[in-house]
């Protein structure tokens, strides 16, 4: 995913007496969720780097918990920047035509009107 971006990580089948809790890098990411037989959504937030997610599960009515065994890894790719832009000519007094033109550090760019 890009830079910035935010995405969702789905638990399905959740336990009624359960709390989950994400964990972004091992640190509580948001406030942990009560199990309710259904799915439960965790939103990641902006992410600017590549990170690891895994949720730690707790019994409500012992206080016992352990860590699922998944760990599931987002990538971020960076945006691209614009390392070298120019318009020809720089200005036009009635009417005329210019030429943007622009280099960028990956992908493509796209123009639009």
């Given at each position: 995913m890009c830079e910035n971006e935010t995405t969702d990580?789905?638990?399905?089948?959740?336990?009624?007496?359960?709390?989950?809790?994400?964990?972004?890098?091992?640190?509580?990411?948001?406030?942990?969720?009560?199990?309710?037989?259904?799915?439960?959504?965790?939103?990641?937030?902006?992410?600017?780097?590549?990170?690891?997610?895994?949720?730690?599960?707790?019994?409500?009515?012992?206080?016992c918990s352990i860590m699922l065994d998944t760990l599931l890894t987002i990538t971020v790719h960076p945006l691209p920047t614009v390392t070298e832009a120019s318009v020809v000519p720089e200005s036009i007094c009635v009417s005329g035509q210019v030429v943007f033109s622009a280099t960028a550090s990956s992908g493509t760019i796209a123009w639009y009107d």
């Open positions: 990580i789905l638990l399905f089948s959740s336990q009624k007496g359960i709390s989950y809790q994400l964990k972004k890098n091992g640190v509580d990411a948001g406030s942990p969720q009560a199990g309710n037989e259904t799915t439960l959504a965790f939103n990641t937030g902006p992410l600017s780097s590549t990170s690891q997610f895994t949720i730690e599960v707790t019994d409500t009515a012992s206080a």
